[in-house]
C-alpha cells in the first residue's frame, strides 16, 4: 500500500489532466511537491519508469525520503540509498537525481518524468537530456516551479499556454492551497517587499525580476537637516580600503529620513574611525551597526574600546536576505525618505538579486559596481526596526 496525502482540488485539478506535458507554475506552499511526487508513484505501481530531478541533491533529500516511506508497505520493493533508486514489483522504478551535472543523467529510457524547480535548472537539461530518454516509451513529464524570471521554464509555460497539442500549462497563487489560512499569508505579504511576492507567492514571471529596489527617486526626499534635540539617530558602517569604499549611513528614526552619509576610500583604518567617530559626535547615533566580516572585526573592537555604541553584524547569506528586504520594503512603501545623493540613487538602481533554487536569493551589485552606500543604509534601517530605535508603521 502506499501511502500519500489527499490532494487539494487544485492539485487534483493538475494530477487529472492528462496532456503528456503539464507545466505548472505555482506560489509557495501551493504543495506542487506533493503533485510530483503522487504523479511518480502512480506511475511507478503501474509498472512505469520514472526519475524525479531536481537542481541538487539537497533539494530532493526529503522527497526522497517521503518516496522511500511511501513504498515500504509495497511487498517486494527494493530500496537503494546509494543510487536512491526504488524498484517496484511489476517493473516499476522510481529514481532521484540532481540536474547539476545533466551530462551524469544519461541513460536509460523513461515513462515518466519530474522536474521540480525546473526554473532553476540549466536550459539544455529539458531538451537536451530528459526529452530524448521519453522517446521510445512515448513518456510524459511534469514541470514543476515557481517563476525565476523569464527564462526557459517561462517560455515553456508560454508554448502550453499557446494550446500546442500534448501540452498543458497551469498557474496557481499561494492562496489557492485551501489548507493555508490567508490571514497567514496576508501577514507575509504585508511584510514582504513587491518583487518577491509578486513572483514568489503569486508566481507571476516579472520581466524585471532581479531589481532590488523601487521608487528610488521618489523616495529621494528628504531635505537637509541638522541634528535635533530628542531624536533618535541610528546609524550603519560598511568597511572598505584599497579600491573599495567605506560608507556610513545616518538615519533619523522618529522622521523616517536619512541625514548623513559619507563616503570615502583609500584611508588607514585609525582615520577611518576617526572620521565615523566624528560622525558620530554629531548625530550621537543610539546605535552604529557595523560588519564584522573580515576586516570589521578589529575596527569594531576598537571602536567599542572607545565607548562607541557600536553593535556588530556578521553578513552571511541566511542573514542578508532579511537585512536587504526589509530596507527594500521600507523604500518601495513609502516608510524611508532618502538624501538625494546621486551614488547612492545609483547603488540602489543598479543592485541585484538572483533567485536561487532553495528558494532564497543572493543579492550584490553588479559585476564591477559598488554597494558600500547601500549595505550602510540597510544596516543604518537595521538599527531603526531592531535597536531600540523603532518605529510604529502602523
Known amino acids: 500500500m502506499v501511502r500519500l496525502i489527499r490532494p487539494h482540488p487544485g492539485q487534483e485539478t493538475i494530477l487529472r489532466n492528462e496532456a503528456r506535458f503539464r507545466v505548472v507554475a505555482c506560489g509557495r506552499r501551493f504543495g506542487k511537491t506533493e503533485i510530483g511526487k503522487i504523479a511518480l508513484l502512480e506511475r511507478a505501481v503501474r509498472g512505469g519508469r520514472g526519475w524525479w530531478l531536481a537542481p541538487t541533491y539537497g533539494m530532493a533529500a526529503q522527497v526522497w525520503r517521503d518516496l522511500r516511506a511511501a513504498c515500504a508497505g509495497i511487498s517486494g520493493v527494493r530500496a537503494s540509498e546509494r543510487e536512491r533508486r526504488l524498484d517496484l514489483p511489476g517493473g516499476g522504478l522510481i529514481a532521484v537525481r540532481s540536474a547539476h551535472r545533466p551530462d551524469l543523467l544519461r541513460g536509460m529510457g523513461l515513462d515518466f518524468a519530474v522536474l521540480d524547480e525546473a ?167 543610539a546605535a552604529v551597526w557595523a560588519e564584522i566580516n573580515s576586516i570589521g572585526s578589529p575596527n569594531v573592537e576598537a571602536l567599542q574600546a572607545e565607548g562607541l555604541p557600536v553593535r556588530p553584524f556578521h553578513t552571511s547569506a541566511a542573514s542578508k536576505g532579511p537585512l536587504i528586504e526589509g530596507l527594500a520594503l521600507a523604500i518601495e512603501r513609502g516608510d524611508l525618505a532618502l538624501l538625494p545623493d546621486e551614488t547612492l540613487l545609483a547603488e540602489l538602481a543598479a543592485y541585484r538579486a538572483e533567485r536561487l533554487p532553495s528558494g532564497g536569493y543572493r543579492y550584490s551589485a553588479p559585476p564591477g559596481g559598488h554597494d558600500d552606500c547601500v549595505i550602510a543604509l540597510a544596516l543604518a534601517w537595521h538599527g531603526v526596526r531592531f535597536s531600540g530605535a523603532r518605529v510604529d508603521f502602523a
Open 119 to 285: 526554473a532553476f535548472m540549466t536550459p539544455d537539461v529539458w531538451p537536451q537530456i530528459v526529452r530524448p530518454m521519453l522517446l521510445e516509451r512515448q513518456g510524459g513529464a511534469l514541470f514543476l516551479s515557481s517563476p525565476n524570471g523569464r527564462n526557459w521554464f517561462y517560455e515553456l509555460f508560454a508554448l502550453a499556454q499557446s494550446g500546442a497539442l500534448g501540452w498543458a500549462a497551469f498557474h496557481f497563487t499561494s492562496y489557492d492551497n485551501p489548507l493555508i489560512p490567508r490571514a497567514e499569508l496576508d501577514a507575509i505579504r504585508r511584510a514582504t517587499p513587491e518583487r518577491v511576492w509578486r513572483e514568489e507567492y503569486l508566481a507571476e514571471f516579472m520581466a524585471e525580476s532581479g531589481q532590488v529596489f523601487r521608487s528610488v527617486r521618489a523616495a529621494a526626499s528628504a531635505p537637509a537637516a541638522a541634528p535635533q534635540p530628542g531624536a533618535v539617530y541610528s546609524a550603519g558602517v560598511d568597511w572598505g580600503r584599497d579600491g573599495d569604499f567605506t560608507a556610513v549611513a545616518v538615519i533619523d528614526a522618529s522622521a523616517r529620513q536619512m541625514v548623513a552619509l559619507d563616503r570615502f576610500t583609500g584611508l588607514p583604518w585609525a582615520l577611518q574611525r576617526g572620521r565615523l567617530a566624528a560622525l558620530c559626535a554629531r548625530w550621537r547615533p
